[in-house]
């Protein structure tokens, strides 16, 4: 792999942790990057996360043997339209990290030339509501999905030589066209941002009328609208990108609110069950429950009082084990015990947890 520079323009979360990813694999590489901001570009420096910055985005491109835009999708087809400018060095390889694919890969084809530079689109699907390169993290990726979208700028070895240099990510590389990937985003992604934003001004709203909507909203709701606190920028550029798709989920998730209003209003007490069941039941088969694709774990469910240094007290208990996740199903009441909720890989890990647990401590646990 003869890749040497690589210059990563935006110095944002993505970008900042595309570079410590790249970083961990090739440490000999030179990252050069690009921030309009002074404050992630100072970051990006002081960290040691980029080896030279510059706000001026034209500076290092020439240099690069790849070029990763990791800016809102509505400045990537902007910066595309500038590199289509530029002396380029010959094959440079160039690629994204938009949230939508095909409004880029238009802007790509249309734009950049095809006989000098090649193209792919990329998806690192991983995130977080944090911004800027103070955010930055090595294991962002890890195990999440990085979609390829090929354009007719990508040759057999664009994507190769990307994942080579990608590889210190540990994300799971998948090819996806562009299309398939914004349709299966707008209902996996988009729409819910929709969703969690509505239901958060609806409650705001309503808390205006009674105050105690701000004090009993607890884990679910919490878990409903997590994603509301993104960054609004970046949503409106995604929104926009892929419009007509994030409109027709609109429309049929407006039906699907209607029916279940139907069925109340007629008090159906058997088709509001299966409305229930059907969700449960799909949301099961779902990958979603090898959180963050790791691909089989065990969970192991404690009821631990609120109490100082319960949770330290248990995993140190769990020392040596192959525990891959903590989460504490927290719930909004002072009088209930909290419910810690422990993954691991093995299911021999998962079974002595529970031995261990039960012999030392009087706390209830339980399997899945
Ligand atoms: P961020 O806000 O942390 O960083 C955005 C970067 O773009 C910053 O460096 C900012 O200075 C720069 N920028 C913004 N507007 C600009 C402009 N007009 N001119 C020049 N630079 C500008 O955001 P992020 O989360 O790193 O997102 C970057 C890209 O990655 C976006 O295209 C987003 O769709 C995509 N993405 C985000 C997530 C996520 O969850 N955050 C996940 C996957 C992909």
């Keep these: 792999m003869e890749e040497k520079v690589v210059y990563i323009a935006g110095m944002g979360l993505i970008g900042a942790s595309l570079a410590l990813g790249i970083r961990r694999q090739h440490p000999d590489y030179k990252i050069l990057g690009y921030n309009r901001s002074d404050q992630s570009r100072q970051i990006a420096l002081e960290r040691g996360i980029v080896d030279e910055a510059t706000a001026d985005f034209k500076a290092f491109a020439p240099l690069a043997d790849v070029i990763i835009l990791a800016v809102p999708i509505k400045q990537t087809i902007d910066f595309i339209k500038v590199l289509a400018q530029l002396d380029l060095k010959e094959n440079v390889i160039i690629t994204d990290a938009g949230s939508t694919k095909l409004k880029i890969i238009q802007a790509a084809e249309k734009y950049l030339p095809a006989d000098k530079v090649q193209f792919v689109g990329s998806h690192p699907m991983a995130g977080s509501h944090k911004t800027g390169a103070?955010?930055?993290?090595?294991?962002?990726?890890?195990?999440?999905?990085?979609?390829?979208?090929?354009?007719?700028?990508?040759?057999?070895?664009?994507?190769?030589?990307?994942?080579?240099?990608?590889?210190?990510?540990?994300?799971?590389?998948?090819?996806?066209?562009?299309?398939?990937?914004?349709?299966?985003?707008?209902?996996?992604?988009?729409?819910?941002?929709?969703?969690?934003?509505?239901?958060?001004?609806?409650?705001?709203?309503?808390?205006?009328?009674?105050?105690?909507?701000?004090?009993?909203?607890?884990?679910?709701?919490?878990?409903?609208?997590?994603?509301?606190?993104?960054?609004?920028?970046?949503?409106?550029?995604?929104?926009?990108?892929?419009?007509?798709?994030?409109?027709?989920?609109?429309?049929?998730?407006?039906?699907?609110?209607?029916?279940?209003?139907?069925?109340?209003?007629?008090?159906?007490?058997?088709?509001?069950?299966?409305?229930?069941d059907a969700g449960r039941r799909k949301r099961k088969e779902m990958e979603i429950h090898k959180r963050a694709g790791v691909d089989s774990f065990y969970d192991l469910f404690v009821d631990v009082p609120d109490e100082e240094d319960v949770i330290l007290q248990i995993l140190e208990l769990l020392r040596g084990t192959s525990l891959v996740n903590v989460h504490i199903n927290e719930e909004n009441r002072d009088d209930i015990n909290g419910i810690l909720q422990i993954s691991f890989k093995s299911e021999s890990d998962l079974l002595h947890a529970q031995t261990l647990i039960s012999q030392h401590t009087d706390y209830h646990v339980y399997l899945d």
């Design 134 to 276: 103070i955010a930055a993290n090595v294991h962002l990726f890890e195990n999440a999905y990085y979609i390829f979208s090929p354009t007719r700028l990508t040759r057999e070895e664009t994507i190769p030589r990307l994942k080579d240099l990608l590889l210190g990510l540990k994300a799971r590389f998948i090819e996806v066209e562009a299309a398939e990937h914004d349709l299966v985003t707008s209902q996996i992604s988009h729409f819910p941002h929709i969703l969690a934003s509505a239901l958060m001004e609806q409650a705001g709203d309503y808390a205006n009328g009674h105050e105690l909507t701000n004090h009993f909203a607890a884990g679910g709701f919490r878990d409903m609208t997590r994603i509301a606190e993104s960054e609004p920028g970046m949503w409106t550029s995604i929104l926009l990108s892929n419009s007509d798709a994030v409109l027709e989920r609109l429309t049929d998730f407006k039906n699907r609110l209607d029916a279940v209003a139907e069925l109340i209003g007629q008090k159906d007490e058997e088709a509001i069950w299966h409305f229930f």
